[in-house]
Structures are given as C-alpha cells and as structure tokens.
C-alpha cells in the first residue's frame, strides 16, 4: 500500500462483475482479511490531519483563548480547568452536529463532497426521519425552512456556548477557591438542549449524529448541578457508557467485528497478525481463538470492569492503571479507523478519562457517595441506564446508540437490492446535495468497472459479519435474479440520501424505504431490501423484514443467531434456515414476481 496508491482487490475488471454475487463476495471477503479496504495511506492521513488541526489545534485554541486559562501550549495549566473540560464537550457536540467528526469522509462513504451533514439539515426539501409519529407536528417526511431554522439555531447555541467567557460559580469556588475562569454559564445551556430536542423529534438524524443520547446528559449536568454534583454525574453518565458498550458485546456477534475491523487498521501492516484473528485463512474465515480473547477480554472485561474500579476506586495507583487502560482502549478503537470513524468521540473520551477520574478524585471529595443526595444518585443513575436496558430488551424501540451498544456488532442492517439500472433513480431525487457513491467515485476518476468493484467490497465487510450472512440469505432464498441485481450495503446507501451513517439500521428501515419511494417511484421489483432488527439480549433469534419499495413490507420473519455465525460470510452450504412468520396477502403471480417475494 503506498501513500496515494491503495490495495485493489486482484481481479479481472472485464470479468468479474459478471460472476456470480457469491463468488464476487468469497474473493471480495478474503481480500479484506488481508488488506481490508486497501485503502491509500493518504486516506487515514487526511483523517489525522483533520483530527490534530481541527478538532484539537482550533478546538483546544479556542477554549483556552476564550476561557482565560493560559496559552493553548501549557497543557499542565489547563488540563483539568473545568471549563475547559465543558466546552470541550460542547465543541465536538458542534463537530458531529455539523458532520465534520464522526460518520464523515471516504471511510464512512462520503467521497465528493466528504461532508453530509449540514449539506442536508440546513437545506429545505431534502429527507427528515421522525422518531415517533405519535408527536404532534412532526408529520412527513421532508425539511422544512421552521426545520433549518432549528438546525442553525443549534449551530448556533453550541458556538455561543464555547466562545463566550466562563461567569463566577459559588459552589466551583467553595471546592477550588484559586479557580479564576469559572465555569460556563447554566443559562447558556438552555437554548442547545431544548433545540436539540426540537431538532431531534423532527429528525431522530440530527439527534444522533450529534451524539444526543451521551452529550445531552451532560449539557444538562451543565446547567443544572452544583459542581461537584456535576462532576460526580459526569462519572456516572461515562461509566454508563463504557459498561453500557461492554454488556452489549455479549452473545455472538461482538468476535465478528474484531477480525474485519483488524484487517482494515493501517496500524496493522502485518498480514500475519490479519490472519491470526481468522480460524484457517483462506479455507476458514471465522474468527479465531485469539479474535475471541481481543472481543471479550480485550473488549467485554475492559469495559466493564475498568469503570467500575474507576467509579468506586479511592487507591490513587490504581485509578491511575485503569485511567491508562481506558485511554489506550481509545487510543486503539481510534486506530482502526472503523468504518463509521468516531475518531473525536474516542479522543474525547480519553481525555474525560484522565480529566474525571485523575483531575478530580474519588477520594478527594468526588466519588459516588460525595453526591449531595442520595436521592439524586438515584435519579441520574436511573435515567441513564433506562434506554440502554430497554434497547437491550426491545431493541425495536430504542436506536442503538442510546442503547449504548455502539459498535457492538448486534445491529439493525439491510442490504438494498436494484434491478439492473434502476440505482440511477435514486439520482433524481430533488435538493439532494449528492450523488449514488458510484457516481461520486466516477466524479472522481475512477472507470465505471472499478468504482463498482469499490463498492462491492462494502457489502463483502458486511458478509464478515454475523447479520450479514442472514441478510445475503433471505436475498438469495427469495430472489431468483439474485445474480443480476445490484446489491448495496444500506449504511452507504443511507448517508447519500440523509447525510449520516453510523451503524443504526432504524435510519434505513420500512420508513425511510417509503420516503424514498414517495420520491422516486420504484416500479415492483426495481428496489427489494431486506432489514434487520437487532438481536434482544433475551433471544436467540433476529428478526428480519423482506420489503419491497413499491409494494411495502412483503414478509417477516427470523433466523437464529448461532446459524448466522458458523456460516462461512459466501454462504458456501446455501442460505441459512430461515422461519417466516408472516407474509403479505395473496396477489397477482405477476406482482408477486416483481417483488421478489414468493407468492402465498
């Protein structure tokens, strides 16, 4: 791999995109073991540069130029000012609101522009996903000049936010009475948390591209608690987090995302390492022994009991051990670069860590019990775990960033299936300000032959994981044109028509398919997808839905988990076993061809 030279996969570009799906997804799959994406060392380098300028350079410059509290260089003088830790949360809550953080550039599908985001929610006409139809005023589908108006407003209230000076703060100098700086006002907070609210009951979008359900708790926090109340809420709203992602990676699917995620890290130039995490490359591509042990101890066990220690630890060395293993926890997922890059949010996270837990000390009058009342621990504590228990439990209501099972590998999927020639539609869908990813792959200078076989290594990652095989089963069980189909991992799909991805199968569900149909008008047969909920904590089974964009929900239905896993990701012994629970009424033989469900 060189610095603007990539890895492309070794096939012959005049044959391949005429064989069969499976046999382009088994040469596809074991191409990633090797070299994942094989993308050019220019791509995570421009991530890099982004990261260092951006985020820290001009983020850190600001608050500290803004905050009174030194030159941006005097790291030792600013490290644990608490202003500088708040507007720092406020400042990447800017970023992914924007979409300049998480879920942007090439990684994450954004080829020309490599920015979704604000392109979308600050443009009337483009697409808007509700939460709940049952909220008045929310109804349809499509922004609207009151929805940019939110949007900005937004914008706007977090900028104001981290430039305007900290005020005075009783209870900040009744703990450190040499503070200068204060902290940020409480009436600041205001404005952001109720129009992030607004904002996300007209577009569920907005709400988790910013991050919502992690950085609104602690904009309320902000605005709410005496300080260190704040602080100690801040404990428990990461720590919910941390042992929220490790309970989510229980089950079957987390030793899935270990092997692909691996394969694709530029960190990991050996293919030796690559293929230690698969069980027999190139016969076996199941994750290995030592795939299981990095999922659940170097995952599950960190992120679980690391918090713990920190939340309850009063040793000064020990809270110190657990701080650096969180922070290389970080460290680690930031080096990956997975595929939805939430390269800030981990960056951020490490510095929380040492901030919270070596800034300011459980033993030095901010540990869990230091709370000014007991009832309120009682209060934040069960506010924060109840959508991650009720996600866990009914993840068909819950999306899976509040549940807190950020990447997991137990997601909401799809896989969206065209009929030759009819993706192009998708191309005149008015006030979208982007193009199908093959065509911005075209735009910039790649042959049609090779921006297909880039995109096809999109739907190869997703066979690598568990739902993916029972997606690709359905499809093949039910589509006799399987073959001839254009076959599109929905999560790039997804951002070319909203402006995000991040793993969350509700933003490209039943719903978002009937927006896109209003628009398009997809004649029977043209688009059939099939989508998945993600696995309960209770269950055994995914439940999956077989729909077809001009005829709605054709069948439902669900696989077991364990059949997904120990399947080779080309489905090398056919689809696995598949239980239909329900299917659409009768209709005409002709219908039910086009739809590519079987008729009933």
């Not at 929905?490 to 628009?519: K, P, W, Y």
Request: glycine share 8%.
């Amino acid at each position: 791999m060189g610095f603007k030279t990539g890895d492309f996969p070794p096939v012959d570009l005049d044959t391949f995109l005429d064989k069969p799906l499976f046999e382009r997804t088994k040469a596809l799959a074991l191409h990633w073991v090797e070299y994942g994406f094989g993308s050019p060392k220019m791509i995570p380098t421009t991530y890099v540069v982004k990261l260092v300028v951006l985020y820290v350079l001009v983020g850190t410059t600001l608050i500290t130029w803004t905050s009174g509290v030194g030159p941006v260089w005097d790291v030792a003088g600013w490290w644990n000012e608490p202003i500088v830790y708040q507007k720092l949360v406020l400042w990447t809550v800017l970023l992914e609101a924007i979409g300049v953080a998480g879920s942007w550039g090439p990684i994450a599908g954004k080829f020309k522009p490599m920015t979704g985001g604000i392109l979308f929610w600050a443009r009337p006409g483009t697409i808007r996903l509700r939460p709940w139809k049952a909220v008045p005023g929310t109804d349809g589908d499509t922004r609207t000049v009151l929805d940019v108006v939110l949007y900005l407003g937004l914008l706007a209230s977090l900028l104001t936010a981290v430039v305007l000076p900290g005020v005075p703060s009783a209870s900040l100098s009744a703990v450190l009475p040499d503070n200068t700086s204060g902290l940020v006002a409480p009436w600041l907070m205001v404005a952001p948390i109720v129009l992030l609210i607004l904002c996300g009951l007209r577009d569920k979008t907005i709400f988790l591209a910013s991050r919502g359900e992690q950085y609104l708790p602690a904009m309320v926090f902000f605005g709410v608690l005496p300080f260190v109340d704040m602080i100690v809420a801040a404990k428990l709203l990461i720590c919910a987090v941390w042992i929220g992602a490790g309970v989510s990676k229980f089950g079957r699917h987390f030793t899935n995302v270990i092997p692909p995620m691996v394969s694709n890290s530029p960190c990991v130039p050996s293919k030796w390492v690559k293929r230690a995490h698969y069980r027999d490359f190139p016969r076996d591509i199941r994750p290995s022994k030592l795939a299981t042990f990095m999922a659940h101890v170097g995952g599950t066990t960190v992120e679980i009991i690391t918090p713990l220690v920190l939340l309850f630890s009063i040793n000064h060395w020990l809270t110190l051990a657990g701080v650096v293993l969180m922070v290389v926890f970080h460290l680690f997922i930031t080096s990956t670069f997975p595929l939805a890059v939430p390269l800030e949010w981990n960056i951020l996270f490490g510095y929380l860590a040492v901030f919270l837990f070596l800034g300011f000390p459980n033993g030095d009058g901010f540990g869990v019990t230091d709370m000014s009342s007991p009832a309120l621990t009682l209060v934040i504590v069960a506010a924060l775990v109840f959508f991650p228990v009720l996600g866990n439990l009914r993840p068909d209501l819950v999306s899976f960033l509040p549940s807190m099972r950020q990447y997991a590998g137990n997601w909401a999927s799809a896989l969206w299936t065209f009929a030759p020639g009819a993706e192009e539609k998708l191309n005149s869908i008015a006030h979208r300000p982007t193009r199908n990813q093959v065509d911005q792959l075209q735009a910039m200078g790649y042959p049609a032959a090779v921006a297909e076989v880039t995109m096809q290594q999109t739907i190869a990652w997703r066979s690598m994981h568990s739902q993916g095989r029972g997606l690709f089963s359905v499809l093949s069980a039910r589509l006799d044109d399987l073959d001839s189909r254009t076959v599109r991992e929905a999560e790039f799909t997804c951002n070319s028509l909203i402006g995000f991805n991040f793993g969350d199968g509700h933003l490209h569900d039943a719903h978002m398919i009937s927006a896109v149909q209003r628009r398009v008008g997809f004649a029977p047969g043209e688009l059939v997808v099939c989508w998945v909920e993600s696995q309960a904590i209770h269950a055994k089974v995914q439940h999956y839905q077989l729909i077809a964009a001009a005829l709605g929900v054709v069948e439902r239905g669900y696989w077991n988990v364990a059949d997904a896993v120990n399947e080779q990701p080309w489905l090398p012994n056919g689809p696995i076993p598949l239980t239909v629970t329900w299917r659409a009424p009768q209709r005409s033989a002709a219908d039910e061809d086009a739809a590519g469900a079987p008729a009933v």
